[in-house]
């Protein structure tokens, strides 16, 4: 069993920076599938970004060009700079990974087994 804990969330304006964190309790395969997800109030959980083997990445449309994905994997860490925030980027954040010894090509359909608590983004206009 893999536990993942995510850091970094807070309240930012309109424009602003976050870099989320996530740590796991053991070490994720660096060819499986580790990414981000996110959940707004009232809608449904949606694939932010992912990375997979042969660190291929994929992002959702809504944050290409101002999120970026990268992992340590050596401190088990994957992170998400998050940059030019927007109030529509508000929510809860929770870092997931498949489990699995290889997972390509990145997709945010990659069943995944394991999941952290997630940390809360709130951005203001």
């Known amino acids: 069993q893999v536990h993942l804990m995510e850091s970094g969330g807070g309240s930012v304006q309109t424009g602003g920076s976050l870099r989320l964190s996530c740590v796991a309790s053991s070490s994720i395969h660096h060819q499986d599938c580790w990414g981000w997800f996110r959940q707004a109030p009232g809608k449904e959980r949606e694939g932010v970004a992912v990375?997979?083997?042969?660190?291929?990445?994929k992002y959702s449309d809504s944050v290409k060009g101002r999120f970026t994905i990268s992992k340590d994997n050596a401190k088990n860490a994957l992170y998400l700079e998050m940059n030019s925030l927007k109030p529509e980027d508000t929510g809860m954040y929770f870092c997931?990974?498949?489990?699995?010894?290889?997972?390509?090509?990145?997709?945010?359909?990659?069943?995944?087994?394991?999941w952290g608590q997630g940390t809360q983004v709130t951005v203001s206009s």
């Open positions: 997931a990974a498949r489990g699995d010894d290889f997972c390509y090509p990145p997709t945010f359909s990659a069943d995944l087994l394991y």
């Open positions: 990375i997979a083997a042969y660190d291929t990445i």
